[in-house]
């Protein structure tokens, strides 16, 4: 950490900062929808990936940004994690059957900001320059 910049080390507290909050987000998600889960499985299921492949961009850019993370392979197999854990939490959430509405917003939030989270990983992986 000695040769990073000050933003750079912003950065990378930053992501550690994000780690531990989509961490607790995770955990009280995951209790709160405790009682809720024999209920609407899909949909707990769906903020559980919504959580977890927003956490993933977030936290994985933050460390490329910082220059403490690097490894193009990698970022490039995260940003195709993340699409497939988007879809997934759109076709889970709207199989919920929650309201035609829901799931409208649903796919068009999840489609738009998908791309924008899997395109952001590639920009950083490098592969696609």
Known sequence: M???????KVYFITAWC??????????TEAVA??????YAPLFATSQAFDIIYQGITA?????????WFTNSLVLFIM??????LCLLSM????????HPAL?????????CFGA?????LLRCSGKFQ
Do not use: R
């Open 2 to 8: 000695g040769n990073m910049t000050t933003m750079q």
């Open 18 to 27: 994000i780690v531990g909050g989509i961490t607790i987000a995770f955990i």
């Open 33 to 38: 929808f405790g009682a809720f889960l024999k």
């Open 59 to 67: 936290v994985f850019c933050l460390f490329y940004l910082s220059g």
């Open 79 to 84: 940003a195709w994690v993340v699409a497939g």
């Open 91 to 98: 076709i889970l959430m709207m199989s919920a059957n929650m």
């Open 103 to 111: 799931s409208t917003g649903t796919f068009f939030l999840h489609v």
């Open 116 to 120: 924008f989270c899997t395109l952001l």
